[in-house]
């Protein structure tokens, strides 16, 4: 698919889903969680992300989970548009800087240099992307992976989604002992077979020293805490961690796209709160 193409379909998607799904933060006055970082993705009509606030990991070596894309810093992959975050999975031919030749591309935001937090409410409101090998997900790293390693630093997946279970998200958090397929999860499924895919929900986790609780639309599905651990293991949530945004293609949990599967997929974010107790 030529660059132009993807342009144009970029901006019907643009205009498809121009009004403002705006939702209103927690009321501070009466909510034991004050509001102390956030991204309401205000800027103009297809324009970059805040930079002071996000960064794009680059690249298409696969991150650990033989994913297809390759993730570029590139606006079109990811841009902000009537107040919404815009992360956009392609069907292209790319060959990035480092020679790595991919079919698909996509964006990877982190926080890791601008914004961490131990403890707290860390929230998001996204309309997830759909089909056959497509993988969003809002989740955190412990801020100390470049010196320790994972799953040493610790990971707490927010919210993940494979497009073959279009009415499922999981929750789950990775340690040393209890990382990858071992890790402790759980899922949460809207009722009726509705589809994330068509409408807006909220995602979030409530992060305490000794506990963490994972919510979609404000239902408690999953609550983890360190005595839940496997015997033996090491409980790493009591340091700085960061946040993440991304949408994988392929991979070994959801597979690759099939003939089913459709380009551009896009996540849409309305915005990302992290609060703390008041």
């Not at 970082?37 to 070596?61: C, H, L, R, Y």
């Not at 020679?99 to 998001?124: C, D, I, P, Q, W």
Request: net charge neutral; proline share 6%; with cysteine.
């Amino acid at each position: 698919m030529k660059t132009p193409t993807i342009i144009c379909l970029l901006l019907v998607l643009v205009l498809f889903n121009s009004n403002n799904h705006s939702a209103k933060p927690l009321d501070t006055k009466t909510s034991e969680w004050k509001l102390v970082w956030q991204d309401e993705f205000s800027g103009p009509k297809v324009s970059p992300v805040d930079k002071t606030k996000w960064a794009a990991e680059v690249g298409g070596s696969g991150w650990g989970n033989r994913e297809l894309e390759y993730y570029t810093d590139r606006t079109i992959n990811a841009f902000e548009s009537d107040g919404m975050l815009n992360i956009a999975a392609l069907k292209e031919h790319f060959t990035g800087k480092d020679g790595v030749t991919r079919e698909y591309t996509s964006a990877r935001l982190t926080t890791k240099n601008s914004f961490t937090s131990t403890y707290g409410r860390f929230e998001a409101r996204i309309k997830l992307p759909r089909g056959q090998g497509i993988w969003p997900a809002f989740w955190m790293l412990g801020a100390n992976i470049s010196t320790t390693g994972w799953p040493r630093c610790g990971e707490i997946d927010i919210m993940e989604n494979i497009g073959k279970e279009p009415s499922i998200i999981h929750g789950t958090i990775h340690g040393p002992g209890y990382s990858g397929a071992h890790g402790i999860t759980s899922s949460y499924s809207l009722p009726r077979d509705e589809i994330f895919a068509d409408s807006f929900h909220t995602f979030a986790v409530e992060w305490e020293p000794d506990v963490i609780r994972f919510y979609c639309d404000k239902v408690n599905y999953k609550t983890v805490k360190r005595a839940d651990l496997p015997e033996g293991t090491k409980w790493v949530y009591d340091r700085p961690f960061f946040l993440l945004l991304n949408v994988a293609v392929g991979g070994n949990w959801p597979g690759s796209p099939d003939a089913t599967s459709s380009f551009p997929q896009v996540m849409l974010v309305d915005y990302v709160r992290v609060y703390q107790k008041a």
